[in-house]
Protein backbone atom coordinates (compact mmCIF):
# COMPACT_ATOMS: atom_id res chain seq x y z
CA UNK A 1 0.00 0.00 0.00
CA UNK A 2 0.95 3.31 -1.03
CA UNK A 3 0.26 6.72 0.65
CA UNK A 4 0.93 10.18 -0.52
CA UNK A 5 0.41 12.93 1.88
CA UNK A 6 -0.08 16.51 1.32
CA UNK A 7 0.99 18.91 3.70
CA UNK A 8 -0.60 22.46 2.90
CA UNK A 9 0.81 23.53 6.45
CA UNK A 10 4.17 26.20 6.65
CA UNK A 11 4.59 23.80 10.08
CA UNK A 12 5.98 20.48 9.85
CA UNK A 13 5.51 19.73 12.94
CA UNK A 14 2.31 21.76 13.58
CA UNK A 15 -1.19 20.81 14.93
CA UNK A 16 -2.01 19.32 11.47
CA UNK A 17 1.14 17.08 11.14
CA UNK A 18 0.70 16.03 14.88
CA UNK A 19 -2.59 13.92 13.67
CA UNK A 20 -0.75 13.29 10.49
CA UNK A 21 2.16 11.12 12.80
CA UNK A 22 -0.50 9.31 14.26
CA UNK A 23 -1.72 8.43 11.36
CA UNK A 24 1.08 7.72 10.11
CA UNK A 25 1.91 4.95 13.11
CA UNK A 26 -0.76 2.86 12.31
CA UNK A 27 -0.45 3.28 7.90
CA UNK A 28 0.55 0.14 6.51
CA UNK A 29 3.24 0.40 3.44
CA UNK A 30 5.00 3.55 1.83
CA UNK A 31 4.23 6.68 2.61
CA UNK A 32 5.76 10.19 1.05
CA UNK A 33 4.99 13.47 2.64
CA UNK A 34 4.45 16.40 0.36
CA UNK A 35 5.15 19.73 2.19
CA UNK A 36 3.50 22.68 0.01
CA UNK A 37 5.27 25.51 1.71
CA UNK A 38 8.94 23.85 0.62
CA UNK A 39 8.00 21.79 -2.71
CA UNK A 40 9.29 23.46 -5.93
CA UNK A 41 5.60 23.42 -7.41
CA UNK A 42 4.59 26.81 -9.16
CA UNK A 43 0.59 27.46 -9.04
CA UNK A 44 -1.77 27.05 -12.32
CA UNK A 45 -1.26 30.10 -14.66
CA UNK A 46 -3.74 29.58 -17.19
CA UNK A 47 -1.15 29.37 -19.68
CA UNK A 48 -3.35 26.69 -21.56
CA UNK A 49 -0.91 24.43 -22.94
CA UNK A 50 -2.52 21.40 -21.27
CA UNK A 51 -5.44 22.24 -23.68
CA UNK A 52 -3.64 21.06 -27.08
CA UNK A 53 -0.79 18.85 -25.31
CA UNK A 54 -0.49 15.72 -23.16
CA UNK A 55 0.78 17.47 -19.90
CA UNK A 56 1.86 21.00 -18.28
CA UNK A 57 4.15 23.01 -19.66
CA UNK A 58 5.71 24.04 -16.09
CA UNK A 59 8.49 21.71 -15.35
CA UNK A 60 8.98 21.94 -11.34
CA UNK A 61 7.88 19.31 -8.81
CA UNK A 62 4.49 18.56 -9.83
CA UNK A 63 5.58 16.07 -12.41
CA UNK A 64 6.35 13.46 -9.88
CA UNK A 65 3.64 14.23 -7.67
CA UNK A 66 1.34 13.29 -11.02
CA UNK A 67 3.20 10.13 -11.58
CA UNK A 68 2.62 9.36 -7.75
CA UNK A 69 -0.87 10.31 -8.49
CA UNK A 70 -1.04 7.07 -10.63
CA UNK A 71 0.88 5.02 -8.19
CA UNK A 72 -0.56 5.90 -4.56
CA UNK A 73 -3.38 4.28 -2.85
CA UNK A 74 -4.75 6.77 -0.87
CA UNK A 75 -4.35 10.56 -0.04
CA UNK A 76 -3.97 12.48 2.81
CA UNK A 77 -4.86 16.46 2.51
CA UNK A 78 -3.53 18.07 5.77
CA UNK A 79 -4.17 21.76 6.36
CA UNK A 80 -4.51 24.48 9.07
CA UNK A 81 -7.30 26.59 9.02
CA UNK A 82 -6.67 30.21 7.72
CA UNK A 83 -9.95 32.28 7.18
CA UNK A 84 -11.69 29.53 7.15
CA UNK A 85 -9.90 27.89 4.13
CA UNK A 86 -7.56 25.84 3.50
CA UNK A 87 -3.74 27.30 3.31
CA UNK A 88 -3.03 29.71 0.18
CA UNK A 89 -0.06 27.40 -0.86
CA UNK A 90 -2.43 23.98 -1.01
CA UNK A 91 -4.63 25.82 -2.92
CA UNK A 92 -2.03 26.72 -5.16
CA UNK A 93 -0.34 23.08 -5.46
CA UNK A 94 -4.05 22.36 -6.06
CA UNK A 95 -4.28 24.58 -8.93
CA UNK A 96 -2.07 22.60 -11.16
CA UNK A 97 -4.79 19.47 -10.81
CA UNK A 98 -6.34 21.83 -13.23
CA UNK A 99 -4.23 19.22 -16.06
CA UNK A 100 -6.49 16.53 -15.05
CA UNK A 101 -9.70 18.65 -15.33
CA UNK A 102 -8.33 19.17 -18.78
CA UNK A 103 -7.32 16.31 -19.90
CA UNK A 104 -11.15 15.13 -19.40
CA UNK A 105 -13.06 17.62 -20.04
CA UNK A 106 -11.52 19.69 -22.42
CA UNK A 107 -9.67 17.63 -24.30
CA UNK A 108 -11.71 15.00 -24.22
CA UNK A 109 -8.64 12.24 -24.38
CA UNK A 110 -10.11 9.07 -24.00
CA UNK A 111 -7.36 7.99 -22.91
CA UNK A 112 -6.63 9.78 -19.59
CA UNK A 113 -7.31 8.01 -16.83
CA UNK A 114 -5.52 8.22 -13.43
CA UNK A 115 -6.01 5.80 -10.78
CA UNK A 116 -8.69 5.44 -8.10
CA UNK A 117 -7.15 6.01 -4.68
CA UNK A 118 -9.08 6.84 -1.47
CA UNK A 119 -8.26 9.56 1.02
CA UNK A 120 -9.05 11.58 4.07
CA UNK A 121 -8.73 15.33 5.20
CA UNK A 122 -7.15 16.37 8.49
CA UNK A 123 -7.45 20.05 9.47
CA UNK A 124 -6.52 21.88 12.59
CA UNK A 125 -7.82 25.42 13.26
CA UNK A 126 -6.13 27.96 16.49
CA UNK A 127 -9.49 29.33 16.79
CA UNK A 128 -12.99 28.05 18.05
CA UNK A 129 -13.56 27.88 14.12
CA UNK A 130 -16.67 25.97 13.91
CA UNK A 131 -17.41 26.29 10.10
CA UNK A 132 -15.37 23.68 8.26
CA UNK A 133 -17.89 23.86 5.46
CA UNK A 134 -16.04 26.11 2.89
CA UNK A 135 -12.60 24.10 3.76
CA UNK A 136 -14.38 20.63 3.72
CA UNK A 137 -15.77 21.27 0.29
CA UNK A 138 -12.42 22.57 -1.08
CA UNK A 139 -10.61 19.30 -0.25
CA UNK A 140 -13.37 17.21 -1.97
CA UNK A 141 -13.18 19.02 -5.18
CA UNK A 142 -9.21 18.44 -4.94
CA UNK A 143 -9.91 14.78 -4.14
CA UNK A 144 -12.66 14.89 -7.12
CA UNK A 145 -9.63 15.61 -9.55
CA UNK A 146 -7.32 13.39 -8.16
CA UNK A 147 -10.06 10.38 -8.45
CA UNK A 148 -9.79 10.06 -4.68
CA UNK A 149 -12.65 9.11 -2.28
CA UNK A 150 -12.97 10.84 1.12
CA UNK A 151 -13.24 8.59 3.58
CA UNK A 152 -13.94 11.07 5.97
CA UNK A 153 -11.66 13.53 8.03
CA UNK A 154 -10.44 14.83 11.50
CA UNK A 155 -10.37 17.89 13.28
CA UNK A 156 -8.63 19.81 15.63
CA UNK A 157 -10.06 22.59 16.77
CA UNK A 158 -8.77 25.91 19.86
CA UNK A 159 -5.42 24.50 18.92
CA UNK A 160 -3.79 28.06 20.55
CA UNK A 161 -5.55 27.10 23.37
CA UNK A 162 -5.46 22.79 23.47
CA UNK A 163 -2.49 20.95 21.25
CA UNK A 164 -3.54 18.96 18.75
CA UNK A 165 -1.84 16.37 20.97
CA UNK A 166 -3.73 16.87 23.89
CA UNK A 167 -7.20 16.69 21.55
CA UNK A 168 -7.87 12.72 22.07
CA UNK A 169 -10.85 12.42 20.22
CA UNK A 170 -9.00 14.04 16.92
CA UNK A 171 -5.97 11.85 17.75
CA UNK A 172 -8.30 8.55 17.75
CA UNK A 173 -10.21 9.62 14.99
CA UNK A 174 -6.83 10.17 12.96
CA UNK A 175 -5.84 6.00 14.28
CA UNK A 176 -8.91 4.95 13.28
CA UNK A 177 -9.53 7.17 9.68
CA UNK A 178 -5.49 5.15 9.31
CA UNK A 179 -6.81 1.69 10.23
CA UNK A 180 -9.62 2.01 7.37
CA UNK A 181 -7.19 3.27 4.78
CA UNK A 182 -5.79 -0.16 5.33
CA UNK A 183 -8.74 -2.37 5.57
CA UNK A 184 -10.39 -1.04 2.30
CA UNK A 185 -6.70 -1.53 0.64
CA UNK A 186 -6.20 -5.11 1.65
CA UNK A 187 -10.84 -5.39 1.01
CA UNK A 188 -9.75 -4.40 -2.70
CA UNK A 189 -6.63 -5.98 -3.89
CA UNK A 190 -7.82 -9.49 -2.15
Known amino acids: MKTL ?3 GSPRKNGDSMTLVHEMMKHLQGEVTIIHTYDADIKP ?4 RYCWQNNGCSIKDGMQEVYRLLNEVDNVILSS ?3 F ?3 TGELLSFASRLQLFYVSKRI ?3 NDFNI ?13 DTKNLECANRRADIIF ?5 TSIG ?3 TLNTNEIPAKEDYEAMIMARELALKLNELYLAQNE
Request: glycine content about 8%; charged content about 25%.
Open 5 to 7: IIN
Open 44 to 47: CTDC
Open 80 to 82: PIY
Open 84 to 86: SEL
Open 107 to 109: RKD
Open 115 to 127: KKKNGAVVISAGG
Open 144 to 148: KHMNT
Open 153 to 155: STC
